[in-house]
């Protein structure tokens, strides 16, 4: 069949359940709105979506919405602009003129706010709104009012689009490319409904932009274009900064010993079905694993997101950190309700203590800016919502704030120690099969008892060099090479044994082993 004779894409019926986060943002505005709150802060690069959450609070109001521009000036939801209300003060004016309750979107306006009158306008503007139901609404991509307007403003949090609102998305994308490219849809509804699940993290302009460059580059709407949709969509938030999508296909079957650990997760993971849920069982929220460097805590974070079958997500704290005043902060908060909108996912972050050590020095080690994001943290882990598992590893506990280390912030503390003759025996035939290698021509327990003290990664490295001594001999590895370089290697447990020592010390009566 020719593009020209295929058959016209009819798009499915949309979920008709309503969104319950969609009707949580919508719910809070209009509380916001009721509670006479004069001034509304909304800091998005969505600026559309707040006019459309805006026009339904107001239609739900029943009062109208007025909109403005600097290119545009003031004018009433659909109707035409106000003369000479382009410029911001004059806005204000016609405001003041505007009787009656009403809702006033003032689009990009914090800018002018730092005029003299611009601000004290909007100061009595404020002032006289308080025993009436009108609200300004301020948004802008980054937000930050003079301190004469920040009192008198409240913020409203405008979370990513749910897969609820990325079905409308798609549904849209799916049409216009039928109508204008021709492109074959054969997605069903179940299919729209998966590829709408895997647009989620993106704003509603980077999904359709998103979609419809992999359907124009795939020709067609078929089942493998949900899988290109996810990936494109992994490349999109590498270039944010704020998450990385970790390619992940570990379990624990690739992690040596932690056997109380291993025991642990899985038991928890029944909590994640259905049937754990009716049981009454609890989601579980996160854990953090300390311990000795190179023994396995990274990968035992991301064999969790493998053995669940959950995306996995890397969050740099460090990265985090911006020089301009409350970017930070803002960062933090951007990349955590992204992972709530990726949920179900395990959010990884590795050596913790290097974005928050400074928080529990004093607010003077780096201006309060550690203790911000600790706060900011911290407000997450307590009030999160299920589906986001925190697997945060840390090789210096001494450095973290004792807020992280308080009962409920994690599920539990595990601490990993120096592996034992049998997990050495297990790391030994682990890595010599990843390098092709049958275990069984080895001497698993001679290595494991030379091998006393040593980390898992040492252990890894001295399988690397061993293999790099026997091709420069011209030899096939042998267990006697590997002897000989675990007899020259000073394992970190000799090198820093006071430091192991305080850290086991440390571990006894406050976390719980690991194997």
Not at 85 to 112: H, T, V
Not at 398 to 411: I, Q
Request: glycine share 6%.
């Amino acid at each position: 069949m020719s593009n020209s004779a295929r058959p016209p894409f009819h798009p499915p019926t949309a979920p008709t359940a309503t969104s319950p986060r969609g009707s949580d943002k919508k719910d809070e505005l209009r509380l916001l709105i009721n509670s006479r709150h004069p001034l509304i802060t909304v800091e998005t690069a969505e600026e559309s979506r707040v006019e459309e959450l805006l026009g339904d609070v107001a239609a739900e109001l029943n009062v109208p919405l007025y909109v403005w521009s600097v290119t545009s000036g003031m004018a009433r939801k659909n109707g035409s602009p106000i003369y000479g209300s382009d410029a911001p003060e004059q806005a204000l004016a016609n405001i003041a003129l505007i009787r009656g309750d009403a809702l006033f979107f003032l689009k990009d306006f914090a800018r002018y706010c730092e005029n003299d009158r611009v601000c004290r306008c909007l100061r009595e503007l404020a002032d006289s709104f308080r025993e009436v139901r009108r609200s300004v609404i301020i948004s802008a991509a980054s937000l930050n009012l003079p301190a004469d307007l920040s009192d008198e403003a409240i913020a409203f949090r405008l979370s990513l689009p749910d897969a609820e609102e990325m079905f409308a998305v798609v549904n849209e994308v799916l049409l216009q490319t039928s109508t204008e490219s021709h492109t074959a849809v054969t997605l069903d509804l179940a299919g729209m409904k998966q590829l709408a699940r895997n647009l989620v993290g993106l704003t509603r302009d980077e999904a359709a932009r998103t979609l419809r460059m992999v359907l124009l580059a795939r020709g067609k709407a078929d089942a493998q274009l949900l899988d290109d949709a996810l990936e494109a969509k992994r490349k999109a938030l590498r270039q944010e900064g704020l998450l990385e999508y970790i390619p992940n296909r570990l379990d624990f079957s690739e992690v040596a010993g932690l056997s109380r650990m291993k025991d642990w997760l899985q038991k928890r993971r029944g909590a994640l079905t259905p049937e754990g849920r009716q049981f009454g069982l609890e989601a579980p929220k996160g854990i953090l694993i300390v311990g000795v460097q190179g023994c396995g805590k990274s990968l035992a974070a991301k064999a969790v997101a493998g053995e669940w079958g959950f995306d996995l997500a890397r969050l740099d704290v460090g990265a985090l950190y911006d020089k301009y005043v409350g970017e930070s902060e803002k960062h933090l908060r951007q990349a955590l309700d992204m992972a709530q909108q990726l949920a179900p996912i395990v959010l990884w972050i590795d050596e913790i203590e290097k974005g928050l050590a400074s928080a529990s020095v004093g607010s003077d080690a780096d201006a309060g800016l550690s203790q911000r994001i600790l706060a900011t943290f911290l407000t997450w882990l307590q009030d999160r919502e299920t589906g986001v598992f925190l697997a945060a590893t840390s090789n210096n506990i001494s450095t973290l704030p004792p807020e992280l280390l308080r009962k409920g912030r994690f599920d539990e503390i595990f601490f990993v120690d120096l592996p034992g003759a049998e997990a050495r025996a297990a790391l030994f035939a682990l890595h010599l099969k990843k390098r092709g290698r049958d275990a069984a021509e080895f001497d698993l327990q001679k290595l494991a008892t030379a091998s006393e003290g040593f980390s898992g990664a040492e252990i890894e490295q001295a399988i690397a060099s061993g293999l790099y001594t026997a091709f420069s001999r011209k030899q096939p590895l042998s267990t006697d090479i590997l002897l000989g370089e675990l007899r020259g290697t000073q394992p970190l447990s000799v090198t820093r044994a006071e430091d192991v020592a305080a850290l086991r010390v440390w571990a006894r009566d406050r976390a719980v082993s690991a194997d």
